[in-house]
């Protein structure tokens, strides 16, 4: 079984490409992920650096609507894979493949105009009169 879940901020915008002939979307980033432990009795933060792989319409999704320092959320599996380098060694890449990338914050992008709201995970879609609730 290989699965795996972070919860995370992107340590820059993601970069979006599209591989040639398929058209497919590929969007690459880094994922700074929170790891505690304990140094002399007192709780430490430390940060993961974890490379991440979108592909397809979700990877287009996260280069439009998240950005440098905006939390997600991925769901995805643990991928190595190796090359070989120009000067001749081999090298070796681990890698998270995400499934499933969930915006827990949204970047205030200018074609989003008034509808993000940049430090919450929600899209404001209009207001609504309490009066029109059906319950109280």
Do not use: H
Request: glycine share 8%; net charge negative.
């Amino acid at each position: 079984m290989n699965n795996v879940v972070l919860i995370g901020r992107w340590t820059k915008d993601l970069e979006l490409k599209y591989i040639p002939n398929t058209g497919t979307a590929v969007a690459t980033g880094t994922l700074a992920v929170d790891r505690r432990y304990q140094k002399d009795k007192e709780k430490e933060k430390e940060a993961d650096f974890i490379p991440v792989v979108v592909f397809g319409k979700t990877a287009e999704s996260c280069a439009n609507y998240t950005a440098k320092g905006k939390l997600v959320g991925i769901s995805g599996r643990i991928q190595v894979r190796n090359y070989d380098a120009k000067d001749g060694t081999k090298r070796y890449v681990t890698e998270i493949i995400a499934d499933e990338v969930q915006f827990l914050e949204w970047a205030s992008k200018p074609d989003m105009g008034s509808a993000a709201e940049s430090n919450e995970g929600y899209i404001r879609i209009g207001e609504v009169d309490d009066g029109e609730i059906p319950f109280n």
